[in-house]
């Protein structure tokens, strides 16, 4: 076993909130002004890392589809793939709250499936909310896991799962007409108990329009500075990733060079007998040493083949 168990903690960096993240200290963040941080995660040591850090919402996002299993978009990720991720995540974090993306296929069927799904994700996997994407369309929907305890993130834009239908990863809200149609989405997902909405990829001066006509909090990626929110992912946040990346995504980190620098370090180290070391080595007595290859020379000793008669 190479990870050994932790010693107990010493005391919270006082500098870092320890409120626990709910769906009505967020409220009061944006009454207050506040900014709000989110990212996404999808394992244990991600998650905790980003909640002692003091991110104030974690989305198990449906982007572990094409950021962590490989696939070419969101639309392949199963339920179970994500109720996977979700439950590393829970054990991961304390104090932010935790949203699961409901993947492409679990909503769109009926709202008996949607619950259902919804009500697993709480259940078994720890969430204390879900998002899904679509406004007008899924008032009902959102209206009904509200109704029954559910938090609901609401998500409008460019929504990854439609990619098909827009044909490609593009800026939604250009026209008039558009701008007013996102407009009139976020107030029916408000009005139907939503407690907060992701605008993706919109123009600013849209995102700043929306965000003053809501009492929830408004999540931005993409869509400018005006909103209460923010959200990355979290390859993209620490550059981890591969291919072209979007125009609003700042890197914090390089780790893709890191890492790979780290793995041909070590696979080196292997192939020229560096590693391990003595001092990464566990020894026993000289006397017991020696023992151990004196048996290795009777061993030799007695190697020849047996025949039995």
């Not at 994500?82 to 709202?111: H, L």
């Amino acid at each position: 076993m190479s990870h050994i168990p932790e010693q107990p903690e010493p005391a919270a960096n006082k500098s870092v909130a320890t409120e626990k993240v709910t769906v009505p200290l967020l409220q009061s963040y944006k009454q207050q002004g506040r900014k709000i941080v989110m990212l996404t995660a999808y394992d244990y040591p991600t998650a905790r890392l980003a909640d002692e850090a003091g991110v104030d919402m974690i989305l198990v996002g449906d982007s572990l589809a094409n950021t962590a299993l490989g696939y070419d978009s969101t639309l392949p990720v199963t339920f179970d793939e994500m109720m996977v991720a979700t439950r590393a995540v829970r054990r991961g974090v304390k104090r932010a709250m935790i949203v699961a993306d409901m993947p492409f296929g679990t909503y769109q069927a009926s709202n008996d499936e949607a619950m259902r799904t919804a009500l697993r994700f709480v259940k078994e996997g720890g969430a204390e909310a879900v998002k899904l994407e679509g406004g007008r369309q899924r008032i009902a929907l959102v209206r009904q896991m509200v109704e029954n305890g559910i938090p609901v993130m609401g998500h409008i834009g460019l929504t990854p799962q439609s990619v098909l239908q827009m044909g490609g990863y593009k800026l939604q809200g250009k026209t008039l007409t558009a701008a007013r149609g996102l407009i009139d989405d976020a107030l029916a997902l408000q009005s139907a108990g939503a407690f907060a909405i992701v605008l993706e990829v919109i123009p600013s001066a849209l995102a700043r329009s929306i965000t003053w006509r809501l009492t929830i909090p408004t999540i931005g990626i993409g869509a400018g500075n005006g909103t209460d929110a923010q959200v990355l992912v979290i390859s993209d946040l620490l550059g981890l990733t591969f291919g072209k990346s979007a125009k609003f995504v700042r890197r914090y980190a390089n780790l893709k060079t890191t890492i790979s620098d780290a793995i041909k370090q070590y696979a080196d180290d292997v192939r020229n007998s560096s590693y391990p070391s003595q001092q990464e080595s566990y020894d026993v007595p000289r006397e017991v040493a020696e023992t151990i290859e004196k048996m290795n020379d009777e061993d030799d000793e007695n190697s020849g083949y047996v025949i039995y008669a």
